[in-house]
């Protein structure tokens, strides 16, 4: 027993001592790898806080993005690992000589102020290697020359007026609607432009920039310099034609297709007076009126589209008539129904209006063009002079008798429901052409007899058409200070009954013209739900107004600050939000459980085809933090707003909107210190050497390794 464990203890002695010049190696390569991980462990828990040391992140910025149209390509881009560039402000147009010829560290990124934000600057920049990027800062108050990046014929091309069909009209040359319209939005930047929404971090930069690059007694300023980085590399180029054969190569033959760009797209939204069935086709004898006004709007940056006066105070005023139509008694027995409309992506060469006279045309749509009696269009209410709203129509159509005698019928209508009133309708003249306005698609179509209703006889009163400065205040909406948020969404501001007044005369207008012979006092649209409406389209979604009136399942939707934006994932929040506002206005509440409401097929006496039913939060109930929910029918639906180019793959037409929104990887923009080339370059080589150093260091530490890390032998030790 003895003799045997002796001769264990003496082989594992043997190899141990046989071992002692290659056991080390192996604890070697475990020390090795226990540093790496340890080092890795530290990178992974200290690389962020150190990016945060030397990167001041700008979080509230928007960018300047790609949109591409049948032939060309528009807005900006950066290169594709972002663009970076010495700071310098510029306040007034003297402070552009210094980036354009004197300053000795090019490419400069420049601090913009939002008054200098024009296209007699932007083309000086645009034409010079020396900037690499740019940074607007919003002017305030907004610039009282006006400002407006949209183009002074807006959709020109894309309306009814051609040298085929009034072509004294075509191209603006009789009027030019939006005067002060530069054409910024429509140019081609290649280098990144951002705009800084938040006032603190553009006086952040402002202080980096006075700490480290402001030239001190006429020396030029010394490294480090303040710097900053924007990415917004687009993937899309030249134009929608080039990008969506691509993207369509790639989903054909691709496993994981890499899309390039997406069609601007959305949904229309309509319903009408008296419910029609949804899957089949009106009676050719009934005849409709259209009310018709868009829902988006735009300006140079990506999302950011107020759209106060272009768009919100039209459809608001839409909504505010819908609901006040709805009070008359009699609705269901009116020889003629109303279609209350509500176009998405008209900005953008009539997205939403052709699209839906296309599918009148194509059957695929439950109304056809020949049930259509006339087209009421509101366009650019609220900044009327002396209360006048002026009534266009087209000179072209009212050639032929009978649409000239259904035209007077409908101005007559219109001005004698304006009687007591503070609303005055005058006629904008019979050799006026129709503003830019849905109404030109459906004359393309067909000679509708229609009008369009402005604040403007000419040129638009709207200063800021198309940008970010067509705010609340742009539409003269003001507030008493002090007002808690609860407060400001109930109070009645002058904007709101003054839009009122407008609803309230379209309202009986309409009710009018659709066969109405009862008194019409009681048809009067409410300054309070308007001023709610503004309030949460124009200031804050996030209301308690809209929080009770939605699904439950699409709150997410209710973002701070309102945009209208038509973009490409459908539909956007406005979408959501008219939809649910008409239905409240103008449904019912029915006495439906949740599983009924939401599956009204189940229930045989909800009409499925005639109605829709939503399954809202409702409000907070007073004793407690929970809601009370309902069910609300109404005859609201929603309709693709997405052209028709797309849909026949004809991505040249010139008949059909063409646009599309480049996709790109990541947008976002920072600060920070940047060191002297020379500086760059020495720690360049230092680091070089070190990591040379460092590989022959260990080179030779793992050659000698049997030497350096050998363990002695114990010389009481005796193998057998």
Sequence with gaps: MAVAAGRAWGSRAMEAAAGSCWAPLPAWRELLRGLLLAVLAVGCCRGNSVERKIYIPLNKTAPCVRLLNATHQIGCQSSISGDTGVIHVVEKEED???VLADGPHPPYMILLDGNLFNRRVMLQLKGTSRVSGLAVAVAKPSPPQGFSPGLKCPNDGFGVYSKDYGPQFAHCNKTVWNPVGSGLSYEDFDFPIFLLEDANETQVIKQCYQDHNVPREGSVPEYPLCAMQLFSHMHAVTSTVTCMRRSSLQSTFSINPEIVCDPLLDYNVWSTLQPINSSGKVDPEKEVIIV??????????????PGAESAVSSFVTHLAAAEAVHKASDINSLQRNIMFTFFQGETFDYIGSSRMVYDMEKDKFPL?????????????????????????????????ESVEA??????DTLSDSSAGANVTLQEAGYSQPLPPSSFQRFLRARHIPGVVLTDHKTAFQNRYYQSMYDTPENIRMQYPEGLSPEEMLEYVTDTAKSLAEVATVVARALYRLAGGANNTSAIQADPKTVSRMLYGFLIKMNNSWFQSIIKPDIK???????????????????TYLVQYVLANLTGTVVNLTKEECLNPEKTPSSEKEMYEYAWVQGSLDPN???????????????????????ELRQWGSTEYSTWTESR??????????????ELEIITLVVGIAILIISLLATYFINAKADVLFSIPRDPGAVAY
């Design 96 to 98: 552009l000589k210094w």
């Design 292 to 305: 018709a006004t868009r829902i988006d709007s735009h300006s140079f940056f990506w999302n950011i589209a």
């Design 368 to 400: 056809r063009l020949d049930n259509i009696h006339s087209f009421v269009e509101l366009n650019q209410v609220a900044l009327r002079n002396d209360s006048v709203l002026w009534m266009h129509t087209d000179p072209i159509s009212r050639m032929n």
């Design 406 to 411: 259904q035209v007077k019928n409908l101005l």
């Design 556 to 574: 997410g939707i209710l973002g701070d600050v309102p945009q209208h934006y038509v973009a490409v994932s459908s539909p956007v929040n406005t």
């Design 624 to 646: 407690s933090t929970s809601r009370v929910p309902y069910c609300v029918r109404s005859t609201v639906r929603l309709s693709k707003a997405l052209s028709p180019a797309f």
């Design 664 to 677: 790109w990887k990541e947008i976002r923009a920072r600060i920070f210190l940047v060191a002297s080339k």
